[in-house]
Each structure stands twice: as structure tokens, then as C-alpha cells.
């Protein structure tokens, strides 16, 4: 079992920015592909962004391109959301999610763990 635990979230303007984080405490991250995924109320679980185990790769949503960077630092077993120019339609639960793979992947059902989400309020 992978652990995830985000962090980061709250509430901010639009325009604003925000770093959302993904730790998986005591575990070697370094083999995990990981990636970011956010729900809002009454609507289906979307993907966000995704980076490969070494953080050679990455892949974004196209709403969210050229305001988010995914990022990783594997020493600390923790992968980073940076989230700027944000928008009111970018109020949601942001989950992370975690697979024993090389690939970058876009879709839930491909994820094996994934933490308990953290909300991001963004206010117009």
C-alpha cells in the first residue's frame, strides 16, 4: 500500500496561485508515476497533470496548460502542483494519485492509490 497525503489547498482570488503537495511518507517514490486529478461538485473526477517516475515527462489537461506546473522532488518522496492565474472554474477537490509505472497516465482507473483530496476554493 502507497500512502498519499495532499496539502495546500484553500481559498483564493482569481488570479491567484496556489502549491498543492503530494507526500507519500516513508515510502521510495522514485519508481511511481503520479498525477493529479480534481473533482468539483456534481461533475466526474477529471485529470489535471501527470509526470513519470524521474520527472523526464509530463503531460497537462489542455484547461489547464501554461498556468500549472507538475513537478516532483523524489528525495523528499513528494510531488508539487503549482497552480497559477487561477480561475473560479478551478474550484474543486484536487486528488493525487500514484502507479508503479513509467508511463504517463491521464486516466483514474489506470491509478492504484490515490490520497483524500484537498479543496481548492477559487473566488471571482
Known amino acids: 500500500q502507497v500512502q498519499l497525503v495532499e496539502s495546500g489547498g484553500g481559498l483564493v482570488q482569481a488570479g491567484g496561485s496556489l502549491r498543492l503537495s503530494c507526500a507519500a511518507p516513508?515510502?521510495?517514490?522514485?519508481?511511481?508515476?503520479v498525477g493529479w486529478f480534481r473533482q468539483a461538485p456534481g461533475q466526474e473526477r477529471e485529470f489535471v497533470a501527470t509526470?513519470?517516475?524521474?520527472?523526464?515527462?509530463?503531460y497537462y489537461a489542455d484547461s489547464v496548460k501554461g498556468r500549472f506546473t507538475i513537478s516532483r522532488d523524489n528525495a523528499k518522496a513528494t510531488v508539487y502542483l503549482q497552480m497559477n492565474t487561477l480561475k473560479p472554474e478551478d474550484t474543486a477537490v484536487y486528488y493525487c494519485?500514484?502507479?508503479?509505472?513509467?508511463?504517463?497516465?491521464?486516466?483514474?482507473?489506470?491509478?492504484?492509490?490515490w490520497g483524500q483530496g484537498t479543496q481548492v476554493t477559487v473566488s471571482s
Open positions: 494519485a500514484a502507479d508503479l509505472t513509467f508511463r504517463l497516465l491521464t486516466r483514474a482507473d489506470e491509478y492504484d492509490y
Open positions: 516513508g515510502r521510495t517514490f522514485s519508481s511511481y508515476a
Open positions: 509526470i513519470t517516475p524521474s520527472a523526464g515527462n509530463t
